[in-house]
T-cell receptor, first 109, second 117 residues
Framework: QKEVEQNSGPLSVPEGAIASLNCTYSDRGSQSFFWYRQYSGKSPELIMF????GDKEDGRFTAQLNKASQYVSLLIRDSQPSDSATYLCALDRTDKLIFGTGTRLQVFP | GAVVSQHPSWVICKSGTSVKIECRSL??????MFWYRQFPKQSLMLMAT?????????EQGVEKDKFLINHASLTLSTLTVTSAHPEDSSFYICSAIRQSHGDEKLFFGSGTQLSVL
């Protein structure tokens, strides 16, 4: 079982809709979770991190963490075509980031 | 602006040659840097942790004699792919931890696309 699992997608949503990206992890002891956005051919950029159960909001982005169920999700409200990218979920394991394979999001006009 | 500078951004080389990739932290000292490799449509895979002044720590399955890492200063880590082969063609990304006022933040370089012919 992979440490971090994501559906590779693509996830297609219309402009203005809410995009929901999900990630599950296997190590119940994991504490810190990160969402990165990666455009094709570019390096990842941090969107959000979350440590505590519940929701964390930052602008159009909301990260949700449920440690009991071992999943973390990212909601993007009012999706824009510029949000089209691959979204990587990552967890912190002894100061190393372990990445999921990423979900490709396509926002169409 | 960029916090971590990675150079070159792309390189094409012949099979059997060696390629050096540089990763520099700008305006901060990084005792720890990380090197990742990403194949097309796959996730970033951690190759090694680069520690200033000491030997790098390699992940399982990564050949330390093939991927030479040197972290000779607090602002520079280099990855040398020795005797490169076509299967080494990949996107290589470095990252560095910036510590400031008790807070840690990870910054990525812009990545290096390596193509081995």
């Amino acid at each position: 079982q992979k440490e971090v699992e994501q559906n590779s997608g693509p996830l297609s949503v219309p402009e203005g809709a809410i995009a929901s990206l999900n990630c599950t992890y296997s190590d119940r002891g994991s504490q810190s979770f990160f969402w990165y956005r990666q455009y094709s051919g570019k390096s990842p950029e941090l969107i959000m991190f979350i440590y505590s159960n519940g929701d964390k909001e930052d602008g159009r982005f909301t990260a949700q963490l449920n440690k009991a169920s071992q999943y973390v999700s990212l909601l993007i409200r009012d999706s824009q075509p510029s949000d089209s990218a691959t979204y990587l979920c990552a967890l912190d394991r002894t100061d190393k980031l372990i990445f999921g394979t990423g979900t490709r999001l396509q926002v169409f006009p | 602006g960029a916090v971590v500078s990675q150079h070159p951004s792309w390189v094409i080389c012949k099979s059997g040659t060696s390629v050096k990739i540089e990763c520099r932290s700008l305006d901060f000292q990084a005792t720890t840097m990380f090197w990742y490799r990403q194949f097309p449509k796959q996730s970033l895979m951690l190759m090694a942790t680069s520690n200033e002044g000491s030997k790098a720590t390699y992940e399982q399955g990564v050949e330390k004699d093939k991927f030479l890492i040197n972290h000779a200063s607090l602002t520079l880590s280099t990855l040398t792919v020795t005797s490169a082969h076509p299967e080494d063609s990949s996107f290589y990304i470095c990252s560095a931890i910036r510590q400031s006022h008790g807070d840690e933040k990870l910054f990525f370089g812009s990545g290096t696309q390596l193509s081995v012919l």
